[in-house]
């Protein structure tokens, strides 16, 4: 186990609560997620460290701790956990630093790795500083909370420091949907808890004067309170409010080094300009001192406490602050000599980590040396998928070279992949404006017309396009010229063009053909592809297109083009095989997570996980999966990005479901997004009012959604079909229910929901034998996912019924039975009726869990802090969410448990608690 710091006092003051629910969780045998929050020098190391001590013997303990102030090496908080260990297979490191590996299996290396070291044993894994993590790192974590067994994992962080760069920003945010995550954010410690602290450090009570003095030097954290009693002989307390001292926290860190010999300063400067992480090779060749007395410096750095022996021959500051008070006090030249003996090392050395050759470069002032190894590290990190760390090399580089074109190309795919819309524009602009030739020109408007796009800027794109053909006017037949044409292919399908699209794809695939372009002809065939995907009836043709196109894409290393075509496939007609959709999915995310590729890895993905579930019926599962996917996504909060695409699919299932309070929580999420497409508000808030049978707000939102639609060359039958649907349920007039389908149905509607459409339309208008031939013709479209060929299967029924067919119509109805076997909501209402209707006996239902076990872990989470008299607001603070999520939750407690007030949740949840506490 690698050393983890501690501190001056021997017990722990102010954190034994949080500490006993870390042991509770810790000794349950059961997989569970801890976070800890709070300022530097707080105690949440401390407090790790305190719960190791007193896990029970045969637990395995991994710490792992993220490096500061620079670059991180991919899996660096992993590769810091499992250093030294002897029983790491070097095979498996090897695996997880291999850069030819696809992300995907280095990250189940990763996985495997800590199965080997762990087994079946319970097990603290802790991630220290999580938002220093490397992107590789936070995706681990993310997939340790998902494993089963014994395990307590445990990230910390300072809340300050995270920002929208940091990997781990959405990473809290992902897993409160997905885990009962435990929350400990430590404050600062009490007056009271101050003097206790001071008797653990003295041996003796201090003195009330003392202690309040101390307290308000140091406002309660207690590292500054443990520095300035180290910095007092033999922790005089009264000697510190008599005496003058530092009252600067970085005086008082500096003086534990002020009395080191000439040596022993030079190998602590070193070290702050070395890293976290110090190799005691390294730092031997930078200082030139000899191993022996390098040894007997770092056995007096360490007695001293400001050094840590961190593994095999790696050594680590105590804690950050120290290493960053002594740096502050060396001098520029001094620093900036360092980096260059750093530099010089690691050069001779030929070192393959091009981000900590650029980290020294910068450092030394040598700038031609670390604009080389950002483009080096640039190239490699988007090589094996790691956007973030490429975005971050590149633009250390442009620092000192604005201009470099192949910089500004990397920052702007790489801000791209990694979702970062607003930095992508920005870099990809640049990159047009300083390009030297025809082919950076026409590379860069190709990445601004998609990146205009997913931005929703459509006066953007139209500029953009003007400026492509302009550009095609003045090119010669060649490479250039196809990959404009290709830029403008893309234009107009995302335009919904579709004509044109096909009409420039197939230029450019001629001009692909004539001059040998095999990148340029992978690019038209994947717009092509994509455009015939769009109709009906050359969607087979685009599909066969994308499925060669992804083999292609792959053996070419092409993987944002593979990962593109596989969304496609995966969006599209529906396989005839689950399995294959399934197999086309993990496909699909595992090309984006090799590319770096954000939103298809997550976003798209669960999209598709919710379409899978879609087609085997199970509404719950496809609800669960788009509830997923919407918590790790938070790209559409992001300025620039635009609108939520998650929840817009969710309010459509969470209105299949019924669940109407949440479609309006929805619509009130999205109507504050900027950048909805035109009909999206219209059409939930018209389904909703048919749904809630509210006839006046119907017909307002219906002339809305008409009008908005107007503006939309897109339309889709099954839209048509809910939202015809709830019209005919609410009963809305003859006339009203015509305009609603001749807008909602064009040309490119597939037949089978146009089909569907008109034989609910003809039911209603009680042409039943009209509207049976319709049901039965469509009532086998694979086009039609179970639940509307269920819903077919009941207007059947209804249309026999109306002709006296009665065993007909229950042989329907049972048809109908097992389509909708895992669905809920009106379809399965209607199903009952006409169940009724036949004198059927009602499908046997599971009872409905109610009371306390009726809760998520995430509702229990909040139902015990209700029950310790928490507030919205406070509840919204402790659990890092907002005030209105913090009421939704609330609402849905009271609901669950069928109680009025916050009282009764008290009563009722308190109880559990206290019967769960004395039988533990």
Known sequence: ??????????????????????????????????????????????????????????????????????????????????????????????????????????????????????????????????????????????????????????????????????????????????????????????????????????????????????????????????????????????????????????????????????????????????????????????????????????????????????????????????????????????????????????????????????????????????????????????????????????????????????????????????????????????????????????????????????????????????????????????????????????????????????LWSDRALALADEFDLPAVRRAALMEKGATLTERPQTAAAGREILSALVDEAEKAGEWVLAARALKDLVQGEPPTSPAEHAETLERMRVDAERAGFESLAVASYFQGRARLALRAGDLGAAIAALEEGREQDRGYRRVGRWADYHGVFLAGLYLEAGELDRVEGLIADLTALPDNPPATIPGLAFHLACRRGDLPRAEQTLDELVAALAGEAWRSGEQAHDLVSAALELGLPADRLDLLAATLLDADVWDAYRTLVDAQLAEARGRHAEALAGYLSVAEAHILGPANRGTVRVGAARCLLAGDRREEAAAQVEAAADLLAEWRGWRVAQLAGVRARLGMAPVDAPPAVTGPAALTPREREVAVLISDGLTNTELARRLYISPKTAAVHVSNILRKLGVSSRTEVGDLVGRRKQRYEQST
């Open 1 to 502: 186990m690698r050393t983890i710091r501690g501190g001056a006092s021997p017990v722990m003051i102010g954190r034994d609560g949080e500490l006993r629910r870390l042991v509770r969780l810790a000794t349950a045998r059961e997989p569970a997620v801890a976070i800890i929050a709070g300022e530097p020098g707080i105690g949440k190391t401390r407090l790790v460290h305190e719960l190791l001590a007193a896990v029970p013997a045969g637990t395995v303990k991994l710490i792992g701790q993220a490096e500061p102030g620079s670059l991180s090496r991919p899996y660096e908080v992993l590769l810091d956990a499992i250093d030294g260990r002897p029983e790491v297979d070097e095979e498996q490191l090897a695996a997880l630093a291999d850069p030819s590996r696809s992300p995907v299996e280095r990250l189940h290396t990763g996985l495997a790795v800590l199965d080997d070291l762990i087994g079946d044993a319970p097990a603290v894994i802790v991630f220290d500083d999580l938002h220093w993590a490397d992107s590789e790192s936070a995706a681990l974590f993310e997939r340790i909370a998902d494993q089963r067994g014994p395990r307590l994992l445990i990230g910390t962080y300072r809340q300050g420091e995270v920002t929208r760069r940091n990997p781990v920003a959405g990473l809290l945010a992902r897993l409160e949907r997905r885990h009962a995550v435990t929350h400990l954010c430590l404050d600062r410690l009490t007056p009271a808890q101050t003097a206790a602290l001071l008797a653990a450090v003295t041996g003796a009570p201090a003195p009330p004067r003392a202690a309040a003095s101390l307290h308000h030097r140091t406002g309660g954290n207690p590292f500054f309170l443990e520095e300035l009693l180290r910095a007092s002989p033999g922790y005089d307390v009264e000697a510190l409010v008599e005496q003058p001292l530092p009252w600067s926290l970085a005086d008082v860190l500096r003086r534990q080094v002020d009395d080191l010999d000439p040596l022993s300063h030079r190998v602590v400067e070193a070290a702050t300009v070395l890293g976290h992480r110090i190799p005691f090779d390294l730092l031997a060749a930078v200082t030139g001192a000899g191993e022996d007395e390098l040894i007997a410096v770092l056995r007096d750095l360490v007695t001293r406490g400001v050094l840590v022996e961190s593994g095999e021959d790696e050594f680590a500051f105590r804690h950050a602050l120290v290493r960053e008070a002594i740096a502050d006090q060396m001098l520029g030249r001094q620093r900036r000599r360092l980096h260059e003996t750093a530099l010089d090392v690691l050069l001779s050395g030929g070192s393959s980590d091009p981000a900590m050759v650029a980290h020294h470069a910068r450092g030394a002032g040598r700038y031609d040396d670390m604009v080389a190894a950002a483009r080096r590290g640039t190239e490699l990190y988007l090589s094996i998928g790691s956007a973030y760390q490429a975005l971050q090399l590149a633009e250390m580089g442009l620092d000192e070279a604005p201009e470099d074109a192949g910089l500004l190309a990397a920052a702007a795919r790489a801000a791209w992949l990694a979702g970062l819309l607003d930095d992508a524009r920005r870099h990809a602009r640049r990159w047009r404006d300083l390009a030297a030739g025809t082919t950076d020109r026409a590379e860069s408007l190709y990445l601004l017309v998609r990146l205009a796009w997913e931005s929703r800027d459509t006066d953007e794109m139209g500029a953009l396009t003007r400026d492509i053909e302009t550009l095609i006017a003045r090119l010669p037949p060649g490479a250039d010229q196809a990959r404009a044409i290709t830029a403008i292919a893309q234009s107009a399908y995302l335009r919904d063009d579709l004509d044109a699209a096909l």
